[in-house]
């Protein structure tokens, strides 16, 4: 008797990571498209010039990039990354700049910005546990090393990558003449004063929370050896040989 073939498991995370990158790659041609018939400037209220576009763009491109570079970092310098992070990463991309900027979920949604900084700021706690084992060329958080020291290195980590993509975007703003900062309406109306100010620093002190609430739960498992930590850190497979 012929065996029956066993089906392979269904392969989730690389329907997702399709799902994604087919959306920003359409994305991009879309936008291109209206970037270029798009007029330089207008009076009419609610129509769209070319200067509307290019964060758009830019992000949309940056993120088939992003979603490209766990693949890269797997082949190139044979990194293992847990799948469950990367559900969490491509999900995170569709959600910051799909939903976020192309449709425009951070002005339409309450607290879009602010769910996703939080967020944001938890998995960068937890990449900063696996920043630590690379340091130390080890797959396991260091047992020599103390807890406290571990998930504050952690937090510190994410909170500094935090700061550095405020900097980015407002770097941004200023040469391309973009809103990443929501310093003003999605029409260009500019706020005043401390609400200017109100995006940024909700980013920093959301970023922040997500970063300490990953820190505390990163001390938790390892001074009480969990097992949390590791389902989630990066690692280096082993050559063979």
């Known amino acids: ?13 690389k329907m997702i990571f399709t799902i994604v990158t087919v959306t920003l790659v359409a994305s ?5 498209i209206a ?16 200067g509307d576009y290019v964060l758009m763009l830019a992000q949309c491109i940056l993120g088939v990039f992003a979603l490209a570079l766990p693949s890269i970092l797997q082949h190139r310098v044979q990194l293992a990354i847990p799948s469950n992070m990367l559900v969490l990463y ?10 976020g900027e192309v449709r425009a979920f951070y002005y339409n949604v309450p607290n879009w910005d602010t769910i996703l900084h939080t967020f944001s700021g938890a998995m960068l706690g937890a990449l900063g546990f696996s920043f630590i084992t690379f340091l130390n060329k080890t797959d396991r ?8 020291f571990v998930a504050t290195f952690a937090f510190c980590f994410a909170v500094s990558l935090g700061v550095v993509w ?10 391309l003449h973009t ?10 109306t500019p706020f005043l004063g401390r609400e200017a100010l109100m995006d940024t620093m909700e980013d920093l002190i959301v970023d922040s929370i997500g970063a300490a609430v990953m820190s505390v739960i ?17 690692r280096r497979h082993r050559s063979h040989g």
């Open 1 to 13: 008797m012929k065996h029956k073939q066993e089906r392979k498991p269904f392969n989730w995370r």
């Open 28 to 32: 991009i041609i879309f936008i291109s």
């Open 35 to 50: 970037m270029a018939l798009a007029p330089t400037e207008t009076d009419e209220t609610g129509v769209r010039v070319k």
């Open 90 to 99: 491509a999900v995170f991309l569709y959600c910051a700049i799909y939903l």
């Open 141 to 148: 958080v260091p047992m020599n090393l103390s807890p406290v």
């Open 166 to 175: 405020e900097i980015y975007e407002f770097a941004a703003d200023g040469i």
């Open 179 to 188: 809103n990443m900062q929501k310093f003003g309406l999605e029409d260009g």
């Open 218 to 234: 990163g001390y938790i498992s390892l001074k009480y050896k969990k097992g949390w930590v590791e389902k989630l850190l990066l």
